[in-house]
């Protein structure tokens, strides 16, 4: 009797214990395929998702992108990675919400090899932003749904290419300005703007 009761609670603990665990997701692995991002989502909160670029093979957090204990509603789907093509530089893109606002942000870190580990680094504040059009005399009346930066890709000079958008409801058309806009980076890896594009806008029904 006290066997059957013992096998009984093992098994028992063994079936649990996998609803107990978070999932976890690797993707977007470097060039040299050594570095990956790594989202780890509670099963019981889909917003409290903790992102980290980490070392494939050891599993070593290289740094942490968002913890789980930010407030913002964040969605891990939208979380990306924009890497060089020597895998020295990386840009993470994110998109989250603020408690109580209806509105999507968007953002973006950048991240630097130093040898040993990466540094984060911090796109300027006030990047220029889309001037989007509307049609003539029914402009004023916008509905702000949400924005941000998100990266693109690295080009050879080293210098980053992104891009602004700006998306706002009007009269039951969803328009979205998009001006690109490249970053680059001195020997300490301060952050500027180079260069920046025209808007384009686009509608949708």
């Known amino acids: 009797m006290k066997t059957f009761l013992l096998v009984t609670l093992a098994c028992g603990v063994t079936y649990l214990c996998p609803c107990l665990r978070a999932e976890e997701e690797i993707k977007y692995p470097s060039p040299d395929g050594r570095f990956a991002l790594r989202i780890t989502q509670p099963k019981d909160d889909e917003y409290h998702t903790t992102v980290e670029l980490i070392e494939k093979d050891s599993g070593k957090v290289m740094v942490t992108l968002h913890?789980?204990?930010?407030?913002?509603?964040?969605?891990?789907?939208?979380?990306?990675?924009?890497?060089?093509?020597?895998?020295?530089?990386?840009?993470?893109?994110?998109?989250?919400s603020p408690p109580g606002v209806r509105v999507v942000s968007r953002g973006a870190v950048v991240c630097f090899w130093n040898g040993s580990g990466f540094d984060k680094v911090f796109l300027p504040e006030n990047l220029p932003v889309p001037e989007t059009k509307f049609p003539k005399g029914k402009g004023g009346y916008e509905k702000p749904y949400g924005g941000g930066v998100k990266p693109l890709r690295w080009l050879k000079s080293g210098d980053l290419e992104l891009s602004n958008e700006d998306e706002v409801m009007l009269r039951g058309k969803t328009y979205t300005g998009v001006l690109h806009v490249t970053i680059s980076?001195?020997?300490?890896?301060?952050?500027?703007?180079?260069?920046?594009?025209?808007?384009?806008?686009?509608?949708?029904?």
């Open 67 to 96: 913890s789980a204990s930010d407030t913002e509603l964040f969605d891990a789907s939208e979380s990306v990675l924009v890497w060089s093509t020597d895998s020295k530089s990386v840009a993470y893109g994110f998109q989250d």
């Open 185 to 205: 980076f001195d020997a300490q890896h301060h952050a500027s703007v180079k260069k920046i594009g025209k808007t384009k806008t686009k509608v949708e029904e």
